[in-house]
T-cell receptor, first 112, second 114 residues
């Protein structure tokens, strides 16, 4: 079945540091891939998405590229801010399925 | 507009109470979802409605009863819950295109069962 694996947290960075959160997936088809962010006490917000191989999703300085050859969708940001502190979930959805598969989540803390 | 609204934001209930959670979207989405999220865990799918009909029930106990009265509204009726049901309950919606759709989430209802 489909599944998502993302790097274990927590991740602690200083402000303006470079961020990478790794995400790999297993899927029988060609899924859509997503990154969601959850700020403390809130629901999930769509951060970015990609629907086919080599697509790059981007939003608010975050980027992720759909790599079919490595089955990966790593999240990157060149310079993190304290306001980026949150939990980040990688997820996929695929044809014929209504359910979305989530990774375990990675907690990011950015210190000033 | 990609807004999904949920009420109430917080709910405290006893094990003998009956309460309902409400979710609403006006994006014309024909799929709606309930998820349960425990602390430090990803959301777990509970129910899926497609065209106002229940299409997925992930073996959820009968003390949770979903209802989809129309294409914009989704309810979750709660009765005789247990303390372990305390969690964040998230509603989501998406278009229906055979899969791969983006799900948009509401802010959640934080439930505490005493």
């Amino acid at each position: 079945g489909n599944s998502v694996t993302q790097m274990e947290g927590p991740v602690t960075l200083s402000e303006e540091a470079f961020l990478t959160i790794n995400c790999t997936y297993t899927a029988t088809g060609y899924p859509s891939l997503f990154w969601y962010v959850q700020y403390p006490g809130e629901g999930l917000q769509l951060l970015l998405k990609a629907t086919k191989a080599d697509d790059k999703g981007s939003n608010k300085g975050f980027e992720a590229t759909y790599r079919k050859e490595t089955t990966s969708f790593h999240l990157e940001k060149g310079s993190v801010q304290v306001s980026d502190s949150a939990v980040y979930f990688c997820a996929l959805s695929d044809l014929g399925n209504n359910d979305m598969r989530f990774g375990a989540g990675t907690r990011l803390t950015v210190k000033p | 507009d990609t807004e999904v609204t949920q009420t109430p934001k917080h709910l405290v209930m006893g094990m003998t109470n009956k309460k309902s959670l409400k979710c609403e979207q006006h994006m014309g989405h024909r799929a709606m979802y309930w998820y349960k999220q425990k602390a430090k865990k990803p959301p777990e799918l509970m129910f899926v409605y497609s065209y106002e009909k229940l299409s997925i029930n992930e073996s959820v106990p009968s003390r949770f009863s979903p209802e989809c009265p129309n294409s914009s509204l989704l309810n979750l009726h709660l009765h005789a819950l247990q303390p372990e049901d305390s969690a964040l309950y998230l509603c989501a919606s998406s278009q229906l295109q055979g899969g791969k759709e983006t799900q948009y989430f509401g802010p959640g209802t934080r439930l505490l069962v005493l």
